[in-house]
């Protein structure tokens, strides 16, 4: 990685290894996890020094502050093996970013850039066989920081864990898609914290997901707190809209996540020459598109599944089905961002980063 190594790690290597008991193309998303995990506290008002650890359970009091005021913030990262073995990481100061960001909103103290880039660097060589080639094959990273101070005084706590776990992935979403357009229930409010990726923001999605769930649909997208007249996110995804030849999306705010995909989707479709409107989209004028002819495509961008496209939609007991579309964009800009993470195509808007 283009980061220099300054840190001292602590290192206890596993005794033994599991990957042998591991079916690497039957794999069930986030289950199974590789030998080792990268583990920091913060006590004393300072981060102690970072360990790498064999994969464990943790110790912590009933009355951790995690458990009863919810801090805890976390993220979502890949790393890919190209064909000569090289390991490659996508954006990952941009995740990096972002975890501070989501831990000062939630008055988590912010973590020392070096510990993270040399921690993870560390944890990925050590694991390194747990990544496979392959396109679509991945390791997913999930670094993440919980309140462990005991106690239930409703105060921010004085101590955290930051870690790091990594799980062998393939794809997240499994076969077709079908979205509910939220009329009733809100994913975050302005002034909230649905920018960050906080455990509760997710919590809150679970009850309205199962509902739909209930009506055949695998995810929803969900509309502004105030009038619902609004798209904004796509259950666990940053969501696009094809109408027309443009493809349109929502402005990030207090209430949606920056996703990094989402960025990165964004600048890849301009470079394909993909017209692209960052613009506040009505429910409204996605059902008057469907129904007109020009909804042509809705895809959502995320780490885990990169683009998935959507095969239908409902709203307030209506259901629809999008037309399929040979080349679609979804695919087309899935394909140019894969190849660079894979490391099969030149990387010109230098997103990815080499493991050294």
Request: glycine residues 8%; aromatic residues 12%; contains cysteine.
């Amino acid at each position: 990685m283009s980061k220099e190594t300054i840190t001292k790690i602590e290192i206890e290597k596993a005794a033994t290894s599991k990957i042998n008991d591991v079916d690497f193309n039957n794999l069930s998303f986030g289950s199974i996890f590789t030998d080792h995990m990268f583990v920091c506290d913060y006590k004393n008002g300072s981060w102690q020094t970072p360990k790498i650890i064999p994969y464990q359970k943790l110790m912590l009091d009933p009355s951790a502050r995690v458990f009863h005021y919810g801090q805890a913030v976390f993220e979502g990262m890949k790393a890919y093996k190209d064909d000569e073995d090289g390991i490659w990481l996508f954006r990952p100061d941009e995740n990096f970013l972002r975890i501070n960001k989501s831990s000062k909103r939630l008055a988590i103290p912010e973590f020392p850039e070096e510990y993270f880039f040399d921690g993870l660097n560390t944890l990925l060589k050590l694991d390194n066989k747990w990544i496979k080639k392959g396109f679509g094959n991945s390791l997913y990273i999930r670094p993440f920081v919980i309140a462990t101070e005991a106690g239930v005084s409703a105060s921010p706590s004085s101590e955290y864990k930051f870690i790091i776990i990594c799980s062998p992935a393939q794809s997240y979403y499994g076969g077709e898609v079908r979205v509910k357009i939220a009329d009733h229930y809100s994913r975050a409010a302005s002034g909230g914290f649905g920018f960050a990726k906080a455990a509760g923001n997710y919590a809150g999605q679970f009850y309205p997901t199962n509902i739909a769930k209930e009506e055949g649909f695998q995810q929803v997208i969900w509309t502004d707190a105030n009038t619902h007249e609004y798209l904004e996110e796509a259950g666990t995804m940053n969501v696009f809209f094809r109408i027309g030849d443009k493809l349109v999306t929502c402005p990030i705010s207090d209430r949606i996540l920056d996703g990094v995909t989402r960025k990165s989707v964004i600048t890849m479709a301009k470079d394909l020459n993909i017209e692209v409107e960052v613009r506040p989209i009505k429910v409204a004028e996605v059902l008057e598109a469907n129904k007109n002819g020009t909804l042509k495509e809705i895809f959502g961008s995320g780490t885990a599944a990169v683009i998935n496209p959507i095969a239908g939609f409902g709203y307030k007991g209506d259901k629809w089905e999008l037309p399929k579309i040979e080349n679609s964009y979804a695919k087309k800009i899935k394909e140019a961002i894969m190849d660079i993470q894979y490391n099969k195509a030149e990387d010109k808007f230098g997103w990815r980063i080499k493991v050294d």
